[in-house]
């Protein structure tokens, strides 16, 4: 099996090679090479990439899917800037600031429907579960957002609500993306299935990861300014997990949480992590989503090659710094 950097690398020269036809419709199709070429870690087109070789099929035959599920993924982050009202996305304006709301929502769809023309072209055998997969992890994906947004208005979450969001939200597509990757690799019933819970654990560790990194990571290396869950008020694992360990700090987290959006607010919130012993709680947790990612990967028929490829990425992934 390659690196999983290599698998990055042929969705990337893929993504780059997009050509949409423009010429009067400059104002739909920029936005979504825009939103396409803002770079990132590919990281779902690369577990289609390298599940399909991990069952034992070339990757180039899993490609075009690959770059649809991180086209799908690109069409989410177009209307999730706009419901969060980011500025910017990877270090650079959001598509709905660099041009406006209605132009991301648009764009935005029009992504999801070549989203789908892509991950269609496989195999006519394996097109139903194919396409099943995608539009199962699709409407996860939605249910998980709005959970999300819902948790926005209330002042506490149960852990095991939040928890459940993300293997909505962020789970379902690096499932999906797994899963459909198996599929093309020939994989059993089976093991397609231990590959979405692969995915959707690995998922679970992830998110918990960008919810640390959003506090407490590096504005330069993370790719958008620090602080932003805190100021939209936004449920993450940090904020769940220390309301629900009660106490003073718990109290005055709730208070801190009803300033008004800025830097004091950030400072405020971040320090009453800090003695709760918040970091270390999170990188816990990440770990324990990663090894259950781990076990999923175990179960399966794949190859200590493939297995031990599995865990360089999941170490790969917990700890980075954007």
Known sequence: MKRTSEYAA????EIRAISLPKENLEGLYAPVEYGMQAGGKRLRPTLVLMTADAFGQNPEKALKPAVGIEMFHNFTLLHDDVMDKSALRRGRPTVHSKWDENT???SGDTMLTLATEYVADVDDSILRPVLDTFNRQALRVYEG???DMDFESREEVGLEEYIEMIKAKTGALLGGAAKIGALIGGASKEDAERMYDFGVMLGVAFQIEDDYLDTFGNAETFGKP????INNNKMTFLMVKALSMGGANAEALKVAMKM???PTKVKTVTRIYEAMGMPAISKAEAAAYSSKALTAIKKTSLSDEAREAYRKL???LIGRSK
């Open 145 to 147: 957002q709005r959970l």
């Open 226 to 229: 620090i602080g932003g869950d």
């Open 314 to 316: 999941i170490e790969k």
């Open 10 to 13: 042929i969705a990337e020269a």
């Open 260 to 262: 008004p959006e800025g």
């Open 104 to 106: 991301a929502i648009l």
